[in-house]
């Protein structure tokens, strides 16, 4: 069991080392630039950008922690476990649901009573995930993968906000209640802390980049934070976050559960199409969820509410979503050798 163990986690960090393919990298990285242009030459209304939002949450965001209740059947009901499907614990799927249902409630009481404190978690709970699901799969010791992790959460999450701090601020206020475009340290110097957080991110990025050997993940990176520098430089916030969300964030996450949940069926990946079935139940029942709170806003004639509500209700899905995928890298990363990590 051991030897099968390791292979299959080995096969895990090989294949989660790139989850896109090169084709779908390259795709990613072309409608990321064809966005960026357009978003230059002909900025689009807030009801495109909307309507962008909504359709990439749907068809790849929403969908992406829609199979988390598999995720931690396959992880079992204590981790570390092995991600094998011979060993595996099962759990109880009335319980898993219940507690995560019961983390969404909760947060949402928290945005409820103290929303200043709810939206300042979500933005940190939005750095840590951001940075972990994008850069998990480097493997690096402890205090490096932890500063790269950090730094990539802190250039994403940093830069849509601060780059667009007009158009974020009503945004912000609606839910927080507090105007960022108040503060004068801030407020007054957005040119000069976007080249902070993307600097941090290239110093940070230079030092780790050292211990990695594999010159292709290197390459990728360097694309990335160029790509998502301008396409969060020129584009509305809304559009700039969905794009990554969705084509950056979510498809690769996908990419990594259907690896995992491939090898616990006994198959070397499970294919885009079994995937949205397994995802298909919940996702359908998130996206009614959300309608209806959407719904609401518009027959109230509280219009502007929407985002601010899809936000809020983004933001209660992702704390199950995230102790789910801290517990599946916790376990990938200590069923993986030393010797097979990148570095």
């Known amino acids: 069991m051991t030897s099968t163990v ?7 960090v090989e294949a989660q080392r790139t989850p896109m393919s090169p084709g779908v990298f390259r795709v990613v990285v072309a409608i990321t630039a064809a966005v960026t242009v357009a978003a230059v030459v002909a900025p689009p209304s807030d009801t495109v950008s909307v309507a962008v939002v909504m359709v990439v949450v749907a068809v790849l965001g929403i969908p992406h922690g829609a ?4 995720v931690a059947a396959a992880l079992g009901s204590t981790a570390p476990t092995r991600l094998t499907r011979s060993a595996a614990t099962p759990i109880r799927p009335l319980r ?4 995560y249902l019961a983390a969404m409630l909760a947060y949402g009481l928290v945005w409820l009573a103290i929303p200043a404190v709810a939206l300042a978690g979500f933005l940190l709970l939005s750095v840590h995930h951001f940075g972990q699901s994008d850069l998990a799969s480097l493997q690096l010791d402890r205090w490096r993968q932890g500063a790269i992790q950090l730094s990539r959460g802190l250039f994403l999450v940093g830069l849509v906000l601060v780059a667009n701090l007009a158009a974020v601020s009503p945004v912000i206020d609606r839910m927080g ?3 960022p475009s108040a503060w004068a340290w801030l407020a007054g110097h957005t040119a000069a802390w976007s080249l902070v957080l993307v600097g941090q991110h290239l110093v940070i990025g230079l030092i780790v980049g050292a211990q990695v050997r594999d010159r292709e993940i290197i390459r990728r990176e360097a694309i990335a934070v160029i790509a998502l520098t301008a396409l969060f430089v020129a584009a509305d916030p809304l559009i700039g976050f969905a794009l990554y ?3 950056w964030h979510s498809l690769n996450h996908l990419g990594v559960l259907a690896e995992v949940l491939g090898h616990r069926s006994g198959s070397a990946a499970l294919a885009p199409r079994q995937l949205a079935r397994l ?3 919940r996702s359908v029942a998130s996206l009614a969820a959300l309608a209806i709170l959407i719904g609401g806003a518009a027959a109230l004639d509280q219009t ?3 985002v601010p509500v899809a936000l809020i209700f ?3 899905l992702t704390l199950p979503h995230m102790i789910v995928v801290e517990r599946l890298w916790k376990a990938i990363r200590l069923e993986t050798p030393s010797g097979q990590r990148p570095i």
Not at 6 to 12: D, E, I, L, M, V
Not at 67 to 70: A, E, K, N, P
């Open 67 to 70: 199979v988390d209740h598999l």
């Open 304 to 306: 502007e509410l929407v």
């Open 279 to 281: 995802a298909a139940p």
């Open 245 to 247: 969300f969705g084509l």
């Open 6 to 12: 390791a292979t299959t986690a080995t096969s895990h």
């Open 177 to 179: 209640g507090f105007d």
């Open 314 to 316: 983004i933001s209660m």
């Open 96 to 99: 898993f649901h219940l507690a």
